[in-house]
């Protein structure tokens, strides 16, 4: 799991599928141990191959991280991220974590040992993950090596079932979907589930992108069922879901944040995760969808003057009255020709994602007013100063706490796109 810029880096790096690792003993299921195997140098790009790597490349890199309405954190990492500090990454509120394990049928993580053992002593709960290539040999084959190379599972309350990252072809591969066909896409998933199934008697979950989903097998739903979803996704929302699965058990935010390698949250309290560990867990439909509202040339309003704060935070100098005139139009096209988007001067949601600013408790400026004239519109009665006082955030925890969102105080990608829409 990595951030954009190093999965560039780690793209540039040539290689082929590696044949020649020295592999580990067997994971044991009952101690959820895994000798580390001797990795040679040509594993450089299987270290970069991971859950969400393909995502990374193809996803417009936010302005600012997703803020996420969920309290329960996790990350997942592979061998790029290297030996994790997992104490401090457990003292910043992480509470599970997977850890990249296998790759196709001939690479083992070299950093799997401590990732995935150090995580279970830090009082994470934790499980392994397996990046396929369907093309390599077969969904059986693929879940046996998974098993035999710290995929197992185990009801111990602390190890998650394996996971199953299906997505887009690793850096060197241009075919996204590997050459196959959706049937026969559909057909290996089917058989690494039925050994993964036939070894652990746990369903894996799911990593995918529904983008991918879509492409590659066709929108298939038999997996649905039975697969927990981990899905995929940087904008900012889950949605929309592949077909069948009403609901994520596991979201990836985004490649890089608070802990090392990608961010995740766990749909559901912590009794929840702790249910999920040992056996069947069925999460709870997700809050709805909440989208951000296009703002644009003619409307008048509190989002027109919301749009003109942002605006002169990021340097124009409009007079927030309100009115999405000409002179608003013109700085809205040379904000979105600065930040490479589409210059229709319609802000729609790519555009709010990259005006919005992160503010808090001592911040200052054009964003604060914006912050503090949203939440008058809620019922607030601040003075609209532009200085973020405890008044502000105060005004700010209350209503985040009124909208289901994490009370920190700050004003973050969710809390903006909740006032706003």
């Given at each position: 799991m990595s951030a954009l810029a190093r999965l560039v880096a780690a793209a540039a790096v040539g290689g082929t599928a590696l044949l020649g690792i020295a592999l580990p003993q067997a994971a044991h299921a009952a101690t959820g141990r895994a000798t580390s195997p001797v990795v040679s140098p040509d594993a450089q790009q299987e270290e970069g191959d991971h859950a969400g790597s393909g995502l990374a490349a193809r996803t417009l890199a936010p302005s600012v991280s997703p803020a996420v309405a969920a309290s329960l954190k996790g990350l997942d990492v592979?061998?790029?991220q290297g030996?994790?500090?997992?104490?401090s990454v457990a003292a910043n509120g992480a509470s599970f974590a997977y850890v990249k394990a296998t790759e196709s049928n001939n690479y083992v993580s070299g950093y799997f040992s401590?990732?995935?053992n150090g995580s279970a002593s830090?009082?994470?709960i934790r499980g392994?993950?397996?990046?396929?290539h369907p093309n390599a040999s077969s969904g059986t084959n693929q879940a046996d090596y998974f098993v035999d190379h710290g995929g197992a599972w185990t009801a111990d309350g602390k190890t998650l079932p394996g996971a199953l990252d299906i997505e887009y072809a690793p850096a060197g591969n241009t075919n996204t979907c590997y050459g196959i066909s959706q049937s026969a896409m559909v057909a290996w998933i089917t058989a690494f589930n039925a050994e993964y199934v036939a070894r652990t008697g746990?369903?894996?979950a799911i990593y995918s992108t529904t983008d991918w989903w879509k492409t590659c097998t066709g929108?298939?739903?038999?997996?649905?069922a039975t697969n927990p979803l981990w899905i995929a996704n940087y904008t900012g929302t889950y949605s929309p879901l592949p077909n069948g699965w009403s609901a994520y058990t596991v979201w990836q935010t985004a490649d890089s944040g608070t802990f090392p390698g990608d961010q995740d949250v766990f749909n559901g309290s912590l009794a929840d995760l702790k249910t999920f560990a040992l056996g069947n867990y069925t999460p709870p439909p997700p809050p709805p969808v909440l989208t951000w509202p296009l703002v644009q040339q003619g409307q008048t309003g509190r989002r027109v003057t919301t749009v003109q704060y942002l605006l002169n935070a990021h340097g124009a100098k409009l007079d927030p009255d309100g009115d999405f005139g000409p002179a608003t139009k013109t700085a809205v096209v040379s904000f979105q020709s600065s930040n490479h988007l589409e210059t229709d001067g319609i802000v729609g949601a790519n555009t709010w994602q990259a005006l919005v600013v992160t503010v808090q408790q001592g911040s200052t400026g054009?964003?604060?007013?914006?912050?503090?004239?949203?939440?008058?519109?809620h019922g607030a009665a601040l003075t609209v100063n532009g200085t973020f006082d405890a008044a502000t955030s105060a005004a700010v925890k209350t209503y985040q706490t009124s909208k289901g969102l994490d009370p920190d105080g700050v004003v973050g990608t969710l809390t903006w796109q909740s006032l706003v829409s």
């Open positions: 592979s061998g790029y030996n994790v500090n997992w104490a401590q990732q995935y830090a009082g994470l392994a993950y397996h990046f396929a746990r369903y894996p929108n298939y739903s038999g997996f649905a054009p964003a604060v007013n914006a912050v503090q004239a949203e939440l008058n519109a």
